[in-house]
């Protein structure tokens, strides 16, 4: 399966990229609660952030849980088949989407999905968040990001900050 090791090492990036993002979420939202209280002018903006990260965290979460079942499915080498008709998925449509487990027909529709379908999130990741000019942390993200791109990956992302 040699055909999908790209898409194989785009996986991992990403989830590296995510397990990063979420370990920062959850400590800045600590810090944020507990300040809501004392910025009223500020109210409906922490909101909408809050909301925003919330969203975001939820997506976080089932984007690894697709990653997990994408690499498992090249592992076992039943990657890139269309989990409803079995047809082959196009690699043009694995490469926007790796964690793609139908055609383009049979993919379900992002309806609960609060920040963007799933497709772009992935093409945009680190290049043009939705949220980037609410929420600098996503910069943030990216920097640190790059900075593990450039160590490889013997340092683990505490040694970066
Ligand atoms: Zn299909």
Redesign the pocket.
């Known amino acids: 399966m040699a055909k999908y090791d790209q898409l194989k090492n785009t996986l991992n990036k990403r989830l590296g990229e995510l397990e990063k993002s979420m370990e920062s979420d959850e400590e800045f939202e600590t810090t944020e609660l507990s300040n809501i209280d004392n910025h009223p002018a500020d109210n409906a903006t922490d909101l909408t952030d809050k909301h925003t990260r919330l969203a975001l965290r939820k997506h976080y979460k089932e984007e690894l849980e697709d990653i997990h079942i994408a690499l498992k499915a090249i592992d076992g080498g039943t990657y890139g088949v269309?989990s409803?008709?079995s047809?082959e998925i196009p690699y043009e449509r694995l490469e926007a989407v790796p964690t793609a487990t139908?055609?383009v027909?049979?993919a379900p529709q992002a309806v609960d999905e609060s920040i963007r379908p799933v497709e772009e999130s992935l093409l945009n990741a680190t290049t043009d968040q939705p949220v980037d000019n609410e929420d600098s942390r996503i910069r943030d993200y990216e920097n640190s990001f790059d900075d593990l791109e450039e160590v490889g990956s013997s340092d683990t992302p505490s040694d970066k900050q």
């Open positions: 269309c409803e008709c047809a139908t055609c027909e049979h």
